[in-house]
């Protein structure tokens, strides 16, 4: 058996020799990484060694094992034959003149072959028992030989991972916008840039962070996973906008009209409850409702149900006239929250009359709504239909029934609003919390957590 190793700058370009000295046959013996290059250890490169042969290794020795093994031979079997009888036939009255009765032919049946058994030798039987022990047990003979299965284990598995790696590499790069084209990337920066693709960022936005990210480190600092997981965190906070939670009321001098807008089933209604308890129970501030939202059944009462609990008082327009009646009617509230029909995206209609709710209830600030378990192109679809009524900032529900805010992240990167809270489950006021962009990155990268924080004004 012929062994060679062959050495390349990747995975790849070794399988490559391989294949190319060897041919498509060849089998793997071994394979790792091992460094090169540099004086005393700095400045060395990785670099990847495979042991290789030309065929598989022992086949030449069952070949001539069962060509040269001895066969046991069986002995002739002698069948003897059942004498034939003749006086069994013949006929008991014996010296008397008289013809002779007719006999019947018993019918001849042809006997079965016998068995034969031929004699096995003992050697066989024992060299068989020796062999069928052998194969039974598999645990190695000896402690070093268990650790080198498991050294060439875990080296198959780490060989198989990076193949996997570069081949999902590849696929990213070949499909983004060329920022990362032909660019040698360290393996903590690839692993980074697969997970964001896998967090359901899209190509083109984690192409252009992992290129901040590449640009901002030293090439050493680009070889250490905390550093650059740290760095990705900063560049994924510097591309989301927040608020810094809830505008604190009276900042204008006056009454702060806040309406929520967005498309149906989002939970525009129970995140106002939890706007209006936040201000009156954590702020002690005077607050309002109205709500427009006499489309959907029982939503009136859903609202009504949350202002009776919290202790507020709630006005119902049905047109806008009655809108501009309902706020002169709470004037001396230091907050007012409008809760508006949800509305779909294709409806234009709806939404033309949406807009006369809007400008009949006048906010100062108006949210956007948008839920996180919806898929991207529902989310984007609602930010372009809804962008018309002119919201300033967006409220990110649901947060806690999604498993990844990649979609949302590359929704709010297009919108180009800042964030200013987010829901994560249905308790009034508990489960929402003002955004940071850091604790957001957080959840980009990793999956949403259920903990919630105070909402700082």
Request: net charge neutral.
């Amino acid at each position: 058996m012929q062994l060679k190793t062959f050495r390349g700058n990747s995975m790849a370009d070794a399988l490559a020799s391989v294949k190319r000295d060897l041919g498509s046959e060849a089998v793997i013996l071994h394979a790792r990484t091992i460094r090169v290059g540099g004086v005393i250890g700095f400045g060395a490169k990785n670099q990847y060694e495979i042991t290789a042969s030309a065929g598989a290794p022992g086949s030449d020795f069952k070949q001539s094992r069962i060509a040269t093994e001895p066969r046991p031979v069986a002995k002739p079997v002698e069948v003897v034959a059942p004498a034939f009888e003749p006086a069994k036939f013949a006929n008991p009255t014996a010296g008397k003149m008289a013809l002779p009765e007719p006999v019947e032919i018993p019918e001849v049946v042809k006997p079965e072959p016998p068995v034969v058994q031929v004699p096995v030798p003992k050697q066989a039987v024992r060299a068989a028992s020796v062999r069928l022990a052998t194969r039974a047990d598999l645990r190695p003979a000896t402690e070093w030989a268990a650790r080198s299965v498991d050294e060439e284990l875990a080296s198959i598995k780490r060989l198989v991972g990076q193949l996997l790696q570069e081949q999902r590499l590849a696929a990213v790069r070949g499909g983004n916008s060329g920022v990362l084209s032909g660019i040698g990337m360290s393996d903590p920066l690839s692993t980074a840039l697969i997970r964001l693709t896998d967090r359901q960022v899209s190509t083109t936005l984690a192409s252009e962070i992992i290129g901040e990210v590449r640009d901002a480190l030293e090439p050493s600092e680009l070889e250490d996973d905390t550093v650059v997981r740290s760095m990705l965190l900063a560049r994924l906070a510097a591309r989301i906008k927040v608020t810094g939670g809830l505008t604190p009321p009276n900042a204008s001098g006056g009454t702060l009209i806040i309406g929520v807008v967005g498309p149906t089933g989002v939970g525009k209604t129970t995140t106002i409850a939890k706007i209006a308890a936040t201000y009156k129970l954590r702020h002690n501030k005077r607050v309002g409702l109205i709500t427009c939202d006499t489309y959907r059944i029982a939503a009136v009462d859903q609202l009504r149900t949350y202002a009776n609990i919290i202790g507020l008082p709630l006005k119902v327009a049905l047109t806008p006239m009655e809108v501009t009646s309902a706020r002169s009617q709470l004037a001396d509230c230091d907050v007012l929250l409008v809760d508006t029909p949800g509305r779909a995206p294709s409806d234009q209609k709806r939404l033309d009359e949406l807009r006369r709710f809007i400008d009949a209830a006048g906010p100062a600030e108006t949210h956007l709504a948008l839920a996180a378990c919806a898929a991207e192109g529902v989310m984007r679809s609602a930010a372009r239909a809804f962008g018309k009524l002119g919201p300033d900032r967006v409220l990110l529900t649901k947060v806690d029934e999604t498993d990844t805010l990649g979609p949302a992240f590359n929704v709010l990167s297009e919108l180009n609003l800042p964030l200013a809270c987010v829901t994560t489950g249905q308790e009034v006021p508990d489960d929402m919390e003002g955004a940071t962009a850091e604790r957001f990155a957080r959840w980009v990268l990793e999956h949403p957590t259920h903990g919630t924080a105070a909402i700082e004004a």
